[in-house]
């Protein structure tokens, strides 16, 4: 199989890695860079492009799925007819198969099942009205999205499938399952072959199991034509009788006795919606017989038995025989082996009869029986959950009667009548004699339990079941809706069942999120995978991130321990690479005064990251710091006296500063030349800043001198000694 991994198509689409491989085909995760987006493509393998036929029948095909717009069919974007290369663009879709939910639930709810199949119907009669037909109706096709929505894949590839022979081989054990009868004779076939399929889709959902099994392809083929399934109550004996009948109509051999269309279908699974305890009136399910199939290799073989080999030997002659007429010995030698071919001849002519009328009548059949009398019995006390009768399906109807022949609980009409034949595991119908009357149910719907339960025995409906529908989209405690619906008449002794809403949250079909933060995913990635798989959860992407926390670390998930999702969830991961991640810290601080420029340091765990000339102002300064790592002492010095300090964190982002001081920073300044009287000069001192100036000497004569010298600096709090000439009279005046 040829990889595109790392390569591009037409310039546009790059292919990162492969997401599915089928008989035809294999699917790649692409990248479309373009149109920015993540997409599917599906490439025909080579052997499909040396069939000049199959191209052109996949071109024109190809153009016809395009058209498709359906929110449950995966979008097609673009395809590509090259002559080395062909390939389907479509929508790229993050979920599991219908097939792999099965394998992992077993059992799918039947209410989840009804809700599945909806959505298929949906998505076939978008197709059918197109004219197109999907043929290869299966889960491996079907993709289940998070949020419970399905989404139908390979539409019009299947019609393809088919090379130039028919024969049914190992290759096709993958769809063979779901193939309808008429698909398995190799006969064309329309939109009700669909229908077959979706049949087979919904009788593995809600019993577990395909209704025909076998190692061989052919087998299954075979059982397809000649087979009838198990009914579905009698593997999960929790399916209503309305979703069986549903189920098995879909399923009927002769495609005149299925649904016509998807859309039929879809009415009966509406009304069994509205109401559960629906049975439907299907003619068929009483006493007919499948459509056979007799495959002309099998005839062949049988011509060919041993016995007609045996009666067809010719008569071998020993050379030492005498004859006394050698034209007898002729004769005899040409007519035996005529005489025995037409024997035979007609013994295998018999044969094909006998087959014939075994599997197409029912002269060799007596697997009927005979329907009991029900008439005047309490079905309640004398035939519901009786074993006498476990032989047979009861269709119930309660009636008020006006013979009074019969008593409230009593059958009062059946159909078929006793003493009738009919196959085993035949539907009755019966009649029960209502010991209530037919009452409408109130409009209950958006009251609250207690009011509606309320509502429902003002009526005279003293029966109800309360059964939890979780849900978001209604408050907690408010009634959703009613079985039988409200609006319906149906008997006062009728158990109304009341669906109110609950918390989505308390689902028991929900799943915990399980924690695996702080699990080592390189040295335990096996434990991750399975705290998911315990719960049937998965593990989604697996997504690297700096962190000071050890390289393989577990440090987040996409959805947080404890919180309930659906079956299926995927869970993404992020992991430690194990490298201190980084941010950037703005430290500021106060400039001092100074008439001359000052050089900034600045040190992050004494080392230096970063020098700068300032001019002292007085204004805040501000500083941008890159770094990584936590607890990070830095360090800002002014002409080598520490100005700021602060401990950072560049884990955080932005970075996390803490233990701040800014200690006063001492600046010098240059003392002026000397002029004017001891008192005057002081003065300008002390406007320059400086804080301890004294006069030796008399104040208001002139200023000899100054220590420290004119011209050089000194700080602020440094002790200035003026010097004057000393006082005529005694003065302590010293300014």
């Known amino acids: 199989m040829d990889t595109y991994v790392g390569k591009r198509l037409d310039g546009r689409y790059e292919i990162r890695e492969i997401i599915g491989v089928g008989g035809m085909a294999v699917v790649y995760k692409a990248y479309d860079n373009i149109d920015d987006r993540i997409v599917a493509i599906k490439i025909l393998k080579e052997e499909y492009l040396a069939n000049e036929e199959f191209r052109r029948r996949f071109k024109n095909e190809s153009k016809a799925i395009a058209v498709l717009s359906h929110p449950n069919i995966v979008k097609v974007y673009d395809v590509s007819f090259g002559d080395r290369l062909q390939y389907i663009v479509m929508e790229y879709i993050e979920g599991i198969t219908l097939k792999e939910y099965i394998e992992q639930q077993k059992v799918i709810p039947w209410k989840e099942a009804v809700h599945f199949t909806t959505q298929i119907l949906r998505a076939l009669q978008h197709a059918h009205d197109k004219g197109i037909v999907h043929r290869d109706v299966k889960p491996q096709n079907i993709m289940l999205l998070q949020n419970g929505n399905i989404k139908v894949t390979d539409f019009g590839i299947a019609r393809f499938s088919r090379g130039e022979t028919r024969t049914m081989t190992e290759s096709a054990i993958g769809s063979v399952h779901y193939i309808s009868p008429e698909q398995a004779r190799g006969e064309i076939t329309d939109d009700k072959a669909d229908i077959y399929s979706v049949g087979v889709v919904l009788y593995e959902m809600i019993t577990g199991r395909l209704p025909f099994e076998s190692d061989s392809a052919v087998s299954v083929a075979i059982m397809q034509l000649q087979n009838e399934a198990v009914h579905p109550r009698d593997i999960n004996p929790q399916i209503p009788i309305g979703l069986e ?185 019966i009649e029960v004699v209502s010991n209530g009357s037919q009452v409408e149910i109130p409009e209950v719907n958006g009251l609250e339990l207690g009011t509606a339960k309320q509502a429902l025995i003002a009526s005279g409906f003293v029966n109800t079941k309360v059964v939890p529908e979780y849900t978001d989209d209604y408050k907690e405690g408010l009634v959703i809706s009613t079985e039988p619906a409200q609006g319906t008449k149906t008997d006062t002794t009728t158990t109304i069942i009341i669906n109110v809403a609950a918390p989505a949250n308390d689902n028991p079909d929900l799943k915990e999120v399980p924690s695996v933060i702080g699990l080592n995913y390189e040295k335990d990635k096996s434990d991750v995978e399975e705290y998911f798989s315990s719960v049937n959860l998965h593990l989604g992407t697996v997504k690297e991130e700096d962190s000071k926390q050890p390289a393989g670390t577990i440090i987040s998930q996409s959805i947080d321990p404890k919180e309930k999702v659906p079956a299926g969830t995927k869970i993404d991961i992020v992991v430690s690479t194990g490298k201190a991640p980084s941010s950037k810290a703005t430290i500021s601080f106060k400039l001092p005064v100074s008439s001359d420029d000052m050089e900034l340091t600045v040190y992050v765990d004494n080392e230096l990251v970063a020098t700068k000339r300032l001019s002292c102002d007085g204004s805040t300064y501000k500083y941008e710091l890159a770094g990584s790592g936590e607890k990070k002492k830095v360090i800002c010095k002014l002409d080598g006296q520490t100005a700021y300090t602060a401990t950072v964190d560049f884990t955080e982002d932005p970075a996390n500063i803490t233990n701040v001081t800014t200690p006063e920073v001492k600046t010098k300044i240059t003392i002026p030349a000397t002029s004017g009287t001891a008192k005057s000069y002081k003065s300008t001192l002390e406007r320059l800043g400086f804080k301890d100036v004294v006069i030796s000497g008399d104040a208001n004569s002139a200023v000899e001198r100054v220590s420290p010298e004119a011209g050089t600096k000194a700080y602020a709090t440094d002790k200035i000694t003026i010097y004057a000439k000393e006082s005529t009279t005694n003065s302590d005046d010293n300014g």
């Open 245 to 429: 009948q549903i189920t098995l109509r879909a399923m009927q051999k002769n495609a005149k006795d299925r649904y016509q269309s998807a859309a039929e279908m879809l009415l009966d699974l509406d009304e069994f919606k509205r109401n559960p305890a629906v049975k439907f009136d299907y003619s068929y399910f009483v006493d007919k017989e499948p459509t056979q199939f007799i495959n002309r290799g099998e005839a062949t073989k049988v011509i060919a038995s041993p016995v007609a080999k045996t009666h067809a030997q010719p008569v071998r002659i020993d050379e030492d025989d005498e004859f006394e007429d050698d034209d007898d010995y002729t004769v005899q030698n040409r007519t035996l082996p005529i005489l025995v071919g037409v024997a035979s001849a007609l013994l295998a002519v018999i044969v094909l009869i006998v087959i014939f009328l075994a599997i197409f009548t029912d002269i060799f059949k007596n697997d009927k029986i005979e329907v009991p009398d029900l008439l005047g019995k309490d079905y309640a006390a004398e035939v519901e959950g009786n074993k006498k009768y476990t032989d047979w399906e009861f269709d119930v109807k309660y009636v008020t009667s006006t013979d009074t022949k019969y008593q409230a609980g009593q059958i009062c009409k059946q159909s078929p009548y006793k003493g009738a034949k009919a196959k085993k595991g035949s539907v009755i119908k």
